[in-house]
């Protein structure tokens, strides 16, 4: 395994519990603690815990904090009162998506936002270049572990009350006081727990006592793309819009931010192209970079656990991009069907 | 999931193939090694009944929900059947790989061909080098 890699403060437990263990974005991070089918399984019917201290957290603070925020990201910082979260976008000049991230409000003057592992570098840079006068960007991520709870049995194994989805609080989970938020990237009720970097261990023994099933990054990519929460570097990036990517619902355009005209421009003249959801209508598992017929391109595909079938994501030409629609995927040279479907792809009424 | 074992009666290939020679006949199959490097199987791609397999090149598809991998033949020959049950329920080959978990049966072009498959205990000798 490559020296450099960084490691989670959960590093040891997921050793010690015989964890698969692979690079991703420069972070030794378990795939797979018993498979990826049963991981999912429990996320979807019970409770499922992950260790997702890799993302980054950064603090941005001072009175003119809520103007910068507005400047950079897509979403409309001034929606958000204290202890509440949004799903935003940092945009580039073209409209390009930097980084997608969630942005919570801690007060007035204080915003913590958690970005991509992958991205924690390069968006740290984006907002420190920017930072004005009355700003101060800290990147603080090695502070902290987060560990995210997900499932319809997750609140109540932790003695959590409901609360309303993007919303944050305070709280202690078996003692340990952590940052309660009301997130996640599952398609279930859960909670994300960011904690001191040094109480991390404890807080994830404590929940995985409480009967949650340690899940590793294999579930949370198939969780994830059966309710077609894009991944960045996959499915959005800064070569793709807001727009074209079907997230123009994080975009107030009404607003003054980075690239804003090029999405304003977008929206009136309408994508070319779209991110579609599709499921596969042969036997076979689409997978990223796989093209589709017409000039379409796969971004994100596997084997769906909850639906038994081949799932994706991937951009074609708007023509294409209508539910019902059949594609053809080239599938290592052989020509395989699959129909475009409303997102999400997998809803809890399913069969 | 299976518990790891690589049978005596069983010669292999280094890619993490085995096969079962019965005269001129064989079936093939991955070992514990391979589906447990892959994971839980969710697609297996077989070849058509009728075509030629070539030792040392690939044959078939085996795909876990993360990846895909090649199958390598460890034999030459065509193929005589595929099993149904592996295409039905790709999960059979990680729960019984030298069993109800086989790829498929062929008839052999070069019966010679067997002599350069490893024996179990060299096969063991492999996998406790990976």
Redesign the interface.
């Known amino acids: 395994m490559n020296a450099t890699l960084r490691r989670t403060p959960l590093f040891d437990r997921h050793v010690a519990a015989g964890a698969?263990l692979v690079p991703f974005a420069g972070w030794e991070m378990p795939?797979?603690y018993e498979?990826?089918?049963p991981e999912h399984v429990a996320v979807r019917t019970g409770a499922g815990a992950f260790d997702v201290s890799h993302m980054g957290q950064l603090h941005v603070e001072g009175p003119a904090t809520g103007e910068l925020l507005q400047s950079l990201l897509s979403n409309d910082v001034e929606r958000l009162s204290d202890g509440e979260a949004q799903y935003t976008l940092l945009t580039n000049e073209r409209g390009g998506i930097v980084d997608d991230l969630i942005l919570y409000r801690v007060s007035h003057g204080h915003y913590l936002l958690v970005v991509n592992a992958g991205n924690r570098e390069h968006a740290y840079a984006w907002l420190k270049d920017r930072e004005a006068r009355g700003t101060e960007v800290r990147d603080a991520s090695d502070d902290y572990a987060l560990v995210a709870v997900q499932g319809p049995e997750a609140l109540e194994r932790l003695g959590l009350s409901d609360a309303p989805a993007f919303t944050h609080a305070m709280g202690e989970v078996a003692g340990i006081e952590a940052m309660v938020c009301r997130t996640g990237y599952t398609g279930e009720a859960g909670v994300e727990l960011l904690c001191p970097a040094e109480d991390g261990a404890e807080l994830w023994d404590a929940v995985l006592e409480r009967g949650v099933t340690p899940c590793g990054l294999?579930a949370r990519d198939?969780l994830r793309l059966e309710v077609c929460y894009p991944l960045h570097g996959n499915d959005i990036s800064p070569a793709t819009d807001a727009i074209s990517a079907g997230l123009g619902w994080t975009c107030a355009l009404e607003t003054d931010f980075t690239g804003v005209e090029a999405l304003r421009r977008v929206k009136e003249a309408g994508p070319e192209r779209k991110l579609v959801a599709f499921v596969m209508e042969e036997?076979?598992?689409p997978?990223q970079a796989m093209t589709i017929e017409g000039g379409g391109e796969v971004t994100s595909g596997?084997?769906s656990?909850s639906l038994d079938v081949?799932i994706g994501m991937g951009y074609v030409p708007s023509a294409q991009a209508s539910p019902e629609t059949e594609l053809v995927l080239d599938v290592?040279g052989k020509q395989r069907k699959a129909r475009v479907v409303k997102k999400p792809i997998y809803r809890k009424e399913s069969p | 999931m299976a518990t790891e074992s690589y049978p005596d009666d069983l010669r292999y290939h280094p890619e993490h193939d085995w096969a079962r020679v019965d005269g001129g006949e064989a079936v093939l199959g991955i070992t514990w090694y391979a589906q447990d490097a892959l994971g839980e199987l969710v697609h297996y791609e077989a070849p058509e009944v009728g075509a030629h397999v070539t030792k040392d090149q690939p044959y078939a598809e085996v795909e876990s929900v993360k990846a895909v991998s090649d199958v390598i033949a460890p034999l030459s020959g065509d193929v005589l059947e595929v099993n149904e049950k592996a295409l039905d329920e790709p999960e059979t080959i990680n729960g019984d790989p030298y069993g109800e978990g086989w790829l498929v049966r062929i008839k052999l072009s070069d019966v010679g061909e067997v002599e350069a498959l490893l024996d179990p205990e060299a096969y063991r000798a492999h996998v406790a080098e990976q």
Do not use: F, L, M
């Open positions: 698969r795939v797979q498979g990826v089918i294999g198939t036997k076979a598992v997978r596997t084997h656990p081949g290592r």
